[in-house]
């Protein structure tokens, strides 16, 4: 009989299909091959009916079937991104001026051998050899769909000097030579990939180099006899140098620049009560001017680093090209990052130092259940808690951003050393604009409340008489609590971009369910800085 096979990331999937189709089928169908009847079980009771024979294709594994082609359908779905990043072309030219400083700081580095030999009666020993100038001036550096990112130098040309030591029958001869190879071309072509982890690397490196000539100056006492030598001995550094090019820079790709790309956080704690999950869903997608990458872009409670959110947002789409990057997120990355607050029980909070002419109002509006306290209680002091009864949602409109949340105000007298006495508890409904601000790798937010409503739990007279409260209330929580929260977005949250590379003059726009900043790019730190910054010591 054929197999189906399933991949291991599919099966709990179509298991968990599986279980439902046997809880919740009414029929079960138990045909018998060659028989007029079958068993069928409906509710638990058992009955035989009249059936005809059976056809070839049992009844129960064609709803098995149409129960399990919609699991391996979300199975195989792709995860929508909360968080995008593009790359321009731009973007990418301001990346090539710096490359390209750290690609001479790299061939100034070169390590050649020493070259030693003889022709004839001439015996040679070339040693010392480094590199004295570099001359780039043709580079470039762009997007190719394959291989993601080529750089090409052409018409270089690379300065040396090195020791000679020369034996000619009884002469023996010591002194320096200087040398320049010219014509120099080197073309790199680098595979960007996601690892394991979900982060971006350099994963495969190719590299060619050539070298059109080799041009070497003597001085000294056997100048001539250098001269006569010096095809023999410039044809050799020409093929050593020329083999050493590639190795560097290949090195420079898949073992330093990957030290780079390790900055950019992946999973990190954003504060004490939640992380960011900038984990890539796929590698880059390169067009001839653009890299996009798609990220989870989910928040998470730190206590529950496991949990896992259904992303229905609309996809952010990334569309601009004039700007060297774009950064796009949706209301989902807000949304996790609300629930992940409210499941860490950071927005419940209380208020045990009422201002003294609300704290008034509330005791006149509570009068008729106050009076008829203890005396003791009568005069505590009041207490208010809010706490949330669901994460906040985020709306993202062309017009704006806003923050909707629905919270339960409890008001409370509070005896010393007894328990809490309740007054009332009653429903705020609230909703806050929200400014997005981008702070060279930091994303805030500012909130600001907008709209206020509360009513009452309990009754709809009760309502009515908490009308009065709506303005004191709303100005309580613009002084008391609205800094609090905006003191907790201040900090931001970070952009996956690497060490020493930051936003400037950012441009927001707001879409149906996203938002696009389109900035440019600067370096703080050179690639050389970075790089030494997080070498690990040997």
């Not at 509330?362 to 808690?385: K, T």
């Not at 209330?473 to 952009?495: D, R, S």
Request: net charge neutral.
């Amino acid at each position: 009989m054929p197999q189906l096979e399933v991949p291991g990331k599919d099966f709990e999937c179509i298991l968990g299909c599986v279980a439902m189709f046997q809880k919740y089928s009414l029929l079960t169908f138990r045909p018998h091959l060659g028989q007029a009847t079958s068993e069928v079980v409906r509710h638990g009771e058992t009955r035989s009916i009249s059936t005809m024979p059976p056809p070839p294709t049992r009844p129960g594994l064609f709803l098995l079937v149409l129960v399990l082609l919609p699991c391996l359908s979300l199975a195989n779905a792709a995860e929508t991104p909360g968080c995008k990043i593009r790359i321009t072309a731009k973007g990418l030219e301001l990346v090539k001026q710096e490359g390209l400083r750290f690609v001479e700081q790299e061939l100034e580095n070169i390590t050649i051998p020493d070259l030693h030999g003889k022709e004839g009666q001439f015996h040679y020993n070339i040693s010392n050899v480094r590199v004295t100038h570099l001359d780039l001036p043709f580079s470039d550096l762009r997007f190719q769909t394959k291989q993601h990112l080529a750089f090409d130098i052409r018409n270089a040309s690379i300065a040396l000097r090195f020791r000679r030591q020369i034996l000619y029958w009884f002469f023996y001869d010591i002194g320096s030579i200087n040398a320049s190879a010219e014509g120099v071309h080197i073309h790199t072509a680098l595979e960007l990939s996601k690892d394991s982890s979900g982060r971006l690397k350099i994963s495969n490196s190719s590299c060619s180099a050539s070298i059109a000539r080799m041009n070497a100056g003597f001085s000294g006492t056997l100048r001539r006899v250098y001269q006569f030598l010096s095809t023999f001995i410039t044809t050799g550094m020409r093929f050593l140098l020329n083999q050493q090019i590639c190795p560097v820079l290949n090195h420079a790709g898949l073992v330093l620049l990957n030290s780079v790309l390790d900055t950019v956080p992946v999973r990190n704690p954003v504060d004490d009560h939640i992380g960011i999950d900038y984990s890539l869903l796929d590698d880059p997608v390169v067009t001839a001017s653009t890299m996009d990458l798609a990220f989870k872009g989910m928040f998470f409670p730190l206590r529950e680093e496991n949990i896992s959110l259904l992303n229905a947002a609309p996809e952010p789409l990334l569309k601009e090209t004039e700007r060297m990057v774009y950064l796009a997120v949706s209301e989902f990355f807000f949304d996790s990052a609300l629930f992940a607050y409210f499941q860490a029980g950071v927005l419940n909070m209380e208020i045990s130092e009422v201002p003294k002419d609300l704290e008034v109002l509330l005791r006149a509006s509570f009068f008729g259940s106050i009076v008829m306290m203890n005396p003791e209680v009568m005069d505590a002091p009041l207490l208010l808690r809010l706490q949330a009864t669901s994460a906040p949602r985020c709306s993202i409109q062309v017009s704006g951003m806003s923050v909707s949340v629905t919270a339960l105000f409890d008001i409370f007298l509070a005896p010393p050393e007894q328990p809490l006495v309740q007054l009332s508890s009653m429903t705020m409904e609230a909703r806050m604009s929200a400014r997005v601000a981008l702070r060279q790798k930091a994303l805030q937010v500012q909130l600001d409340l907008r709209r206020f409503r509360i009513y009452s739990n309990q009754s709809a007279l009760e309502s009515l008489a908490l009308i009065p409260l709506q303005g004191p209330l709303k100005t309580l929580l613009q002084l008391a609590i609205m800094p609090l929260i905006n003191e907790k977005t201040k900090k931001g949250v970070q952009i996956p971009l690497p060490e020493g590379m930051d936003f400037m003059k950012e441009v927001i726009t707001n879409h149906m369910g996203y938002l696009t900043i389109g900035a440019d790019l600067h370096f703080s730190e050179g690639l050389r800085e970075v790089i030494e910054k997080y070498r690990t010591p040997a």
